[in-house]
Nanobody
Framework: QVQLVESGGGSVQAGGSLRLSCVVSGRTFSSYDMAWFRQAPGKEREGVAAINWNGGMTYYPDSVKGRFTISRDHIKNTMYLEMNSLKPEDTAVYYC?????????????????????WGQGTQVTVPS
């Protein structure tokens, strides 16, 4: 049974920073593609970062490029999302997701339907 547990959310002023963590149980974390998604009230879930199984490929949409950094630690079975220069529009529940890797690159890094495992989510609030 694979479990993903996020932590690190909270409330931060605009321009501030947060680091989210996602601990993955199981022995096959190093073979998973991983991603961070977010969902704001009334909006669809959107991908904000993805990383391939060995960390060699990372993906960011324009909305967060240059502000967010995804990384992974195979010793700790943990994925991270460093978020800087936070904006009110970044307010959402953030989810980590994973799937067994199929190739070196991720063909659809931001498609939620492609991910098998999900965490319970952690709230990030940036007041306007």
């Amino acid at each position: 049974q694979v479990q993903l547990v996020e932590s690190g959310g909270g409330s931060v002023q605009a321009g501030g920073s947060l680091r989210l963590s996602c601990v993955v149980s199981g022995r096959t974390f190093s073979s998973y593609d991983m991603a961070w998604f977010r969902q704001a009230p009334g909006k669809e879930r959107e991908g904000v970062a993805a990383i391939n199984w060995n960390g060699g490929m990372t993906y960011y949409p324009d909305s967060v490029k240059g502000r967010f950094t995804i990384s992974r630690d195979h010793i700790k079975n943990t994925m991270y999302l460093e978020m800087n220069s936070l904006k009110p529009e970044d307010t959402a529940v953030y989810y980590c997701a994973g799937r067994a890797s199929q190739a070196y690159t991720i063909s659809r890094p931001y498609d939620p339907a492609d991910y098998t495992y999900w965490g319970q989510g952690t709230q990030v609030t940036v007041p306007s």
